[in-house]
């Protein structure tokens, strides 16, 4: 190769990687001139930015806090001509319209996004299969053939099923592709043989969209949250129980309803209580506002130290309205002064600085509050929305630098999660089809990065259709559910025990009542408290799928399809999940129903209940009665389990026990902190691997590099075979050992 020639090639691939000038038509957009810009944030996933020129000048991108950081380096190229491009392993072509056409090494056609010359739409290839995503609500389960308009808030689609919108604009498509469109916000129609996003804003520009090029599920969940940040840790105490008011007693009566959680031996680890004017007697004078109402609480810090020595965390409501709320806590107040809460007025103001409303919470702090319950902010736009989530994170940071933070919010964003945020669904009604729709709710929304979850047990707005039935069924779909807690208008007929000899309490309109009939049901609590001991068994399972969770991106709440992408069936069905990678649910959702049809994974397969072993890759039916949800554990499985405890940091002696599930060879990552701090970034944590080899029927327990034993010195572990009567027990002191069974 002559020098010339060499010169040739090199100025070639430069020209390719970063600027190609070309004498082709230039790129348009709604009739003005834009750059388009490719950015490789790792071999499959490439940023797509269309920004109009403006006298030489891009138009900015802006910012809205989604992302973990505004600058992703360099772009590997900018177009204002069609070219081919590389970004990564991927193959960038863009043709006048414009059309850019994304393909993977193999060729394979990952995306093609078509940007309509007048209107600012983009059409996108939605391959074959199920498609996923988009947030919480909207219609479910498979996004494909729906039209989803994004309606933040719960004015959008079907509340009183569906539950409110929290739209992220991260959609999932199960052939090997996913895209999260940064901006702009719009609908998304996938009612036909292609895509469409429409802008909330037509003929919107600049376009900012990060294009996935995965067939592995869990390496899409990992792309996404390289993207928009991994959870942050959450208390250990907020995965246990909680217990929501609405229409409060006197203070004698508040906390001797605590009292009876512990009488009664119901596991609960949080009081939740709402806010005076969403109900008559809350635990402040007035939304919005942050002083103690006197007939429930005269003398706070005693009441929250009384129920502080029952084990109990106290979370007060905090209501908000307004269109936009901006800065951060460290930002210097600028905004006039307010009182907390509403303007003289009467009104809450439409624009509220972080930095000027923060300092409002102190007091409740100061009392001993633990957490808090941000309620409605509808109306907030997505950056006022996120910066909502954050102000509750930083903010308690601001004044316990070390403590984990627990936020039950009703509104997000993209990026939440990296808040440790909190979402229930919201004010839904008290009906089967509610309990039905909300199994693939929460699957979209784990799948859309927002992984801590719940919804209020039995419904918010009380039906014909609310019985003992109904709430024992959704009692047993939250027991699986990341955030586990009742709330409702009748909230007494919200209680574990609240079906026994039950009482309506304080009665609200518009709202109906069950047949008094049905309000002494005793079968009920009983059925309540086997679901509540069995979270708390549960637990370190639970605490190391949560571990997981941040560190991987996977939600706890998964999809078939996250394990099982090979499989049409299992991909396809959203009435049923797995609960962290081994444990399958298939919550019961008809009334008075006998039997539940579902399927079963290829495998095998145990029933939690029975110890039966059954061979997966095949349609089941269960028969069930009403204690009972189908459970499955697969084969190869080290589940640990724990000994009941009434809270979550009750000291309780008794092994931690892990059931050996025969058939395969498995393992386990059991991790344990001290539940509250952030020292286990400082390396302050125990991971005991669990590694069972099924053929020489062998458990090995060893401790993870850079872990050490954490509280005591010493573990009691009682190992158990499902199926079988052996038990070998075993002192764990932090060396590797093997036990033969």
Partial sequence: MTRRNALQSVTTALLTRRITISRETPLTVAGRPVEIAFTSISQRTVRVAVQAVDKGQLQ????????????????????????????????????NGPVIQIKAKDGRLVQELKFSPGSGRIS??????????????GPQFDRRGNLDRMVSGQGGYRLHTHGGKVPVQFLIGTSGWAMFVHYPLGAFDLTGKAGLIEPTY?????????????????????????LTGYPAMAPLWSFGYQQSHRTLGPPDEILREAKIFREKK??????????????????????????????????????IQELHSDGFKVVPHIAVEGRHFFGTVNDPCTAPALPPGRTPDNHWPDDRQVSCYWPAHKALLDAGVDGWWP???????APSRLARNRMYFEGTRMYRPNQRVYAL????????QRFASFLWSGDVQSTWETLKTHIPVAINTSLSGIPYWGTDIGGFVPTQEYTGELFARWFQFAAFNPLFRSHGRDWRLHLPWGWTKGEIGYQETPSYHPDPRDLDNPAIEPICKKYLELRYRMMPYLYSAIKETCETGLPVIRALWLHYPDDAIAVARGDEFLYGRHLLVAPVVEKGATSRSLYLPRGTWY?????????????????????TIPLYVQAGTVLPLGPVKQHTEEKVDGPLTLWLHPGANGAFSLYEDDGKTFNYRQGEFMRIEAAWNDAQRLLQLR???????????????????????????????????????
């Fill in 375 to 381: 309620d409605q902010g509808d109306d907030y736009d």
């Fill in 607 to 627: 029933d939690f209940w029975t110890h039966e072993r059954i061979a997966g890759g095949r349609e089941i039916v269960r028969k069930v009665d009403l204690e």
């Fill in 60 to 95: 900015p991108i802006p910012s809205d806090g989604a992302l973990v950081k505004e600058d992703w380096g360099q772009p590997v190229a900018r177009l204002r001509a069609p070219n081919t491009v590389k970004s990564g392993e991927l193959k960038v072509t863009v043709s």
């Fill in 124 to 137: 996108f290839h939605l391959g074959d299969g199920p498609i996923f995503g988009l947030g919480q609500g």
């Fill in 266 to 303: 119901m596991p609960c680890d949080a009081m939740i209580y709402l806010g005076t004017e969403f109900c008559p007697n809350g635990w402040n004078t007035r939304n919005g506002e942050f002083a103690w109402n006197t007939k429930a609480f005269p003398d706070p810090p005693r009441a």
């Fill in 409 to 416: 919010h009703r509104n997000g964003y993209a990026g939440m």
């Fill in 202 to 226: 037509p003929a919107s520009l600049p376009f900012d969209i990060f294009v996935i090029a995965e067939t592995d599920p869990q390496a899409v969940m990992r792309e996404y949250a390289n």
């Fill in 703 to 741: 401790l993870a590099p850079g872990s050490h034993m954490i509280g005591m010195a010493e573990r009691n572990i009682s190992v158990r075979v499902k199926g079988e009567t052996v038990t070998r027990e075993l002192v764990f002191y932090g060396r590797p050992v093997a036990v033969k069974i």
